[in-house]
């Protein structure tokens, strides 16, 4: 079964600090990973997506890895900032859909960013 | 450039009327995909759509749930007689046209139409 799972599902930390989200999947084939950001109310957006062949993608204060042989990723936060209190979620592309685009989502992490 | 856009943002219905939730993509795209988040729960796909054709709707309920993206004109999620289990917030995105796979499929997400049913 086609699955995405987060660790933790919240987290609260202070402002100025680093954070690191994981993510573990168990989609296959794969084609691509995302995590986006949610913030309460609204949709998702976009902040990182890697393919199989990438280890590392970074957006600003947001650096994503993955390692596709552990079927694993992380997003890190540093110097966390009010505005980072969101959800974020783990998404990952593939699976029977192959190339309709399809994509699977996981629970999300909620952080919680305090001053 | 507007982004994906929705309507209504909230609608409230009693239970056995009819609830239609729009959405205009990006400007360009013809890619359109609707989800919809339970409370307390991540996102899950129902259906796929380009122009006038449903391209997977393997996530849709099989009974009062159904879509279409018409040549003019927004997608519409139309769901029949509803229930109290249908109260969720229905997510659409969009995404341009390209290359099978990969990053031709960014997706865009919209605002979010909460829908309670009393």
């Known amino acids: 079964k086609n699955q995405v799972e987060q660790s933790p599902q919240s987290l609260i930390i202070l402002e100025g600090k680093n954070c690191t989200l994981q993510?573990?999947?168990?989609?296959?084939?794969?084609?691509?990973l995302r995590w986006y950001k949610q913030d309460t109310g609204r949709g998702p957006v976009s902040l990182t997506i890697?393919?199989?062949?990438?280890n590392t993608k970074s957006n600003g204060r947001y650096t994503a890895t993955l390692d596709a042989d552990t079927k694993q990723s992380s997003l890190h936060i540093t110097a966390s900032q009010l505005s980072d209190s969101a959800s974020y979620i783990c998404?990952?592309?593939?699976?029977?859909?192959?190339?309709?685009?399809?994509?699977?989502f996981g629970q999300g992490t909620t952080l919680q960013v305090k001053p | 450039n507007a982004g994906v856009m929705q309507n209504p943002r909230h609608l409230v219905r009693r239970r056995g009327q009819e609830a239609r939730l729009r959405c205009s993509p990006m400007?360009?795209?013809?890619?359109v995909y609707w989800y919809r988040q339970l409370p307390e729960e991540g996102l899950k796909f129902m259906v796929y759509?380009?122009?006038?054709?449903?391209?997977?709707e393997s996530g849709m309920p099989k009974e009062r749930f159904s879509a279409e993206f018409p040549k003019e004109g927004p997608s519409i999620l139309r769901i029949q007689q509803v229930v109290r289990g249908d109260s969720a917030a229905y997510f659409c995105?969009?995404?341009?046209?390209?290359?099978?796979?990969?990053?031709?499929?960014?997706?865009?997400f919209g605002p979010g139409t909460r829908l309670t049913v009393t």
């Open positions: 890697m393919t199989f062949s990438e």
């Open positions: 993510c573990n999947y168990t989609v296959s084939p794969f084609s691509n």
């Open positions: 400007k360009g795209h013809s890619h």
């Open positions: 759509l380009q122009k006038e054709n449903i391209i997977d």
């Open positions: 995105a969009s995404s341009p046209p390209g290359l099978a796979g990969g990053l031709a499929y960014e997706q865009y």
């Open positions: 998404v990952v592309s593939g699976g029977l859909s192959g190339n309709t685009g399809k994509l699977i």
